[in-house]
C-alpha cells in the first residue's frame, strides 16, 4: 500500500495498530495499538510515554505501609480500610527505577478511599519532595488526605526533577 497523507483529523471507531511484516515469512506483528484511551505524556524527542487512563491494573493498601514502586506506577491505589492509613511513597531512586524516569517524567496517581471508613494520608520519602505549591498551599495542592466516602478520590501528580527524585503535588 502506498503512504497516504492527510489534511485534517484522521478517525477511526475501533483504533488504530502499528504493525511490523517479517520481510522472510510475511507474518504480521502488532507492534502498538492505539484506541479510545491511549493517551500521549512527556512528549520529547527522546521520550515518548504513552499512558492508560484506564487502570487496568490496581493496587490495594489497606493498612499504613509504604507503597512499593511497582504499586504507584499502577497509577491507582485503593483503600478500604476502617482506620486511619498513612501511605508513604517510595523513594525516589525506586519509583524512578521502576518506570524508567528522567528529568521530565510525569506519573499521575489516583488514590481511591470511597470504600474506606477513615482518612487516607499520602507522605513522601526519600527523594520525595512536596511542591512549592503543595508546601505553600495546605488547603488545596497540599492537602495530602483523603476522605473516605463518596468524595474520597484523590490525584496527585508526580513529576521527577531527575531519574532519582521527584515533586509531589495534589492536582483534584
Known amino acids: 500500500m502506498a503512504n497516504t497523507t492527510f489534511n485534517g483529523p484522521v478517525r477511526s471507531v ?18 502498538a495499538t492505539f484506541g479510545a484511551t491511549t493517551s500521549v505524556t512527556n512528549l520529547t524527542a527522546t521520550n515518548l510515554v504513552f499512558t492508560d487512563q484506564n487502570h487496568p491494573t490496581t493496587a490495594a493498601i489497606n493498612a499504613t505501609a509504604t507503597a512499593t514502586a511497582a504499586e504507584v506506577a499502577t497509577g491507582y491505589i485503593t483503600s478500604t480500610s476502617a482506620a486511619a492509613t498513612t501511605i508513604t511513597l517510595p523513594t ?7 518506570i524508567g524516569a ?3 517524567t510525569v506519573l499521575e496517581l489516583y488514590v481511591d478511599n470511597t470504600a474506606g471508613a477513615n482518612t487516607v494520608t499520602m507522605a513522601v520519602a526519600t527523594n520525595g519532595i512536596l511542591s512549592s505549591a503543595a508546601a505553600d498551599t495546605a488547603g488545596s495542592f497540599g492537602d495530602l488526605t483523603i476522605a473516605h466516602g463518596a468524595t474520597g478520590i484523590g490525584r496527585f501528580t508526580i ?4 531519574a ?6 495534589r492536582t483534584a
Open 14 to 31: 475501533n483504533g488504530f495498530q502499528d504493525i511490523s511484516i517479517s520481510a522472510t515469512t510475511g507474518a504480521v506483528t502488532v507492534d
Open 164 to 169: 532519582t527524585a521527584y515533586v509531589f503535588t
Open 159 to 162: 513529576m521527577f526533577s531527575s
Open 102 to 104: 528522567t528529568r521530565g
Open 92 to 98: 525516589g531512586t525506586a519509583l524512578g527505577a521502576a
